[in-house]
């Protein structure tokens, strides 16, 4: 039984069938490369397991529980966090205040906003969300308002603001695309840590160098279904993934 | 000119129409809610107000319920009338956004407009109500009742500004910012951006409709004509004017355009013709002002909201 569980899921867009009949388990606490050629269905799955699309068939199940049918929303707070291809944030919100927007606050009730009585956990998680910043290399930027952010910045922010939420598994969309290799070394520490600490991550990434040196496992889509699963040594040897995916160097005989 | 009852009349009226100018700009300034049809609030409250405090019908009325009740029943009706037409409203609009929002509260204010003019039986349709009578009227003699009006209208702004910088300031108006700027980034951490925008409504309709109150105090009139679109472009202009996002850029700028009216009101003209071609090059001004704001936007810098944390 897999941390995430997707068995047997389908999503058409009109006549496309952007995922058929994907079935494939994210094994608790492992670090796993989603691959594929552009087009294959991998943002399609995350937005279906986020629960921002609803399958036409399938189940996808988090720790046993069911996620087709509920709401994106509740979905997160089960303990799921995924960030976007293009980077998500409030924009005119500080990098502080997108950390503290991003956590669940006693102050987003009406009547504790207005008496005050968030004020220590407000402390708390600031705290928390300026050491966060620090690991992702914004620290200096705390007080900038998102809009300020480059793009590659604004990614980091986006990974820092679904970590504070301590989630369960973690998928992440193209993380390192337009970040600095600086920032992408950073990124990868940052992951493992996480990963020794028991984070479950799901990684969708062209940046095979940064990719297939960090992860354990590597799930590899196109059109819309798995066409193999493994660990990154034969996934580079893998004739099926270097004819769809990876290419032939110039010169290699077909 | 008379420059204390002007002052008295830029004060009252000002205060009034604030606290409809704030109300707009929790819903759109701080939550990007884009409502074309506040003025519809204001008619509620207004209106319930009048129902549950007018004496009974007399024979020459064509109303049907008036309740007689104690001042502060009509206010708290008002109140309480805000909450329900926005709950009636906000409820089958949860979906909708952005334009399609827009119209829509358009949509609901001119079917609530439609219906006070003409339904007879609710306040005498076009006719209306004149002569109502203003509260404590006899009880104030220590001062000009004019100025002890304007003096409660502005105690009431501010009362409805230190609410809502409150709320501004918390961790609420920092969700509501971040459902404006993104409101799927909002639902991926996990907030149920619904409940939000469902409250936003909720809590503020009830002080635009209390302004409404107010309104029939300071008019004495309850005409169909007073609550037409009109009052929500008035509204949008000021919050415009003064920066959305910021309450502070809210009161300056509905201040700006009621100093502007009553000056214009001011003017003494000598012939009808020159009083009605001031009316209309009023409003060509008032275009001409939102087109200069607009440009370089004076108050821009008010508008981002200095959070302390912690």
Redesign the interface.
């Known amino acids: 039984m897999g941390f995430l569980g997707i068995n047997g899921v389908s999503k058409s867009f009109g006549g496309l069938r952007a995922v058929a009949d994907c079935s494939f388990d994210v094994p608790p606490g492992s670090l796993m490369g989603f691959i594929g050629p552009n087009g294959a269905g991998k943002s399609t799955l995350f937005n279906l397991v986020s629960g921002l699309y609803q399958p036409d068939t399938g189940s996808i199940r988090l720790e046993g529980d069911e996620l087709v049918g509920r709401p994106a929303d509740e979905i997160a707070r089960m303990g799921l966090g995924r960030t976007f291809q293009t980077p998500r944030s409030f924009a005119t919100l500080s990098c502080l205040e997108n950390m503290l927007a991003s956590v669940p606050s006693p102050g987003e009730r009406l009547f504790p906003a207005l008496i005050g009585t968030y004020r220590p956990h407000e402390r708390q998680v600031t705290v928390e969300a300026q050491r966060l910043l620090g690991l992702v290399g914004l620290g200096e930027r705390a007080n900038d308002p998102a809009d300020e952010l480059s793009g590659g910045e604004l990614r980091m922010l986006e990974v820092a603001r679904q970590l504070i939420r301590h989630p369960k598994i973690l998928l992440l969309d193209e993380p390192t695309a337009g970040v600095t290799p600086t920032l992408q070394n950073r990124l990868g520490k940052l992951l493992r840590i996480l990963h020794d600490d028991g984070l479950t991550v799901l990684i969708v990434e062209h940046n095979l160098g940064f990719l297939l040196n960090l992860v354990e496992q590597v799930v590899v889509m196109v059109r819309g279904k798995v066409l193999t699963q493994g660990d990154p040594d034969a996934i580079r040897k893998d004739p099926d993934v270097i004819n769809a995916y990876l290419g032939r160097r110039d010169g290699d005989a077909a | 000119m008379n420059w204390a009852q002007l002052l008295t009349t830029v004060v009252t009226v000002g205060s009034i129409l604030g606290v409809v100018t704030l109300v707009l700009n929790m819903q759109y300034g701080h939550a990007g809610m884009i409502n074309f049809g506040v003025v519809a609030y204001f008619a509620a409250g207004a209106y319930t107000y009048v129902l549950l405090t007018q004496s009974p019908p007399s024979s020459l009325d064509q109303y049907v319920v008036g309740l007689d009740l104690p001042v502060w029943v009509g206010f708290l009706g008002a109140a309480l009338a805000g909450l329900v037409f926005a709950a009636i409203t906000g409820w089958p609009t949860l979906r909708l956004r952005g334009e399609y929002l827009a119209l829509t509260t358009f949509a609901f204010a001119e079917v609530f407009h439609s219906f006070i003019l003409n339904e007879q039986r609710f306040a005498n349709g076009t006719r209306g109500l004149v002569g109502l009578e203003r509260p404590f009227r006899d009880q104030i003699t220590f001062v000009d009742y004019n100025i002890f009006f304007a003096a409660a209208a502005l105690a009431f702004l501010v009362i409805v500004y230190l609410?809502f910088e409150?709320?501004v300031r918390?961790?609420?108006?920092?969700?509501l910012?971040?459902l404006?700027?993104?409101e799927?980034?909002?639902?991926?951490?996990?907030?149920?951006?619904s409940r939000f925008r469902l409250?936003v409504f909720l809590?503020t309709a009830p002080f635009a409709a209390m302004a409404g109150a107010f309104h029939i105090w300071y008019t004495t009139l309850a005409l169909p004509e007073l609550f037409t679109a009109e009052v929500t472009f008035i509204v949008w202009i000021a919050l415009i004017l003064g920066g959305e996002?910021s309450n502070r850029g809210a009161l300056i700028g509905i201040f700006l355009v009621v100093v502007f009216e009553e000056l214009v009101r001011a003017i003494p003209f000598t012939s009808i013709r020159a009083a009605q071609i001031a009316a209309e090059l009023e409003v060509a001004a008032l275009g001409l002002l939102l087109i200069v704001f607009l440009r370089w936007q004076p108050f821009a810098s008010l508008a981002?909201v200095r959070?302390r944390?912690?």
């Open positions: 609410i409150r709320i918390s961790p609420y108006g920092r969700a910012e971040a404006r700027d993104d799927l980034a909002l639902i991926t951490v996990g907030k149920q951006s409250e809590f996002g981002r959070r944390t912690g």
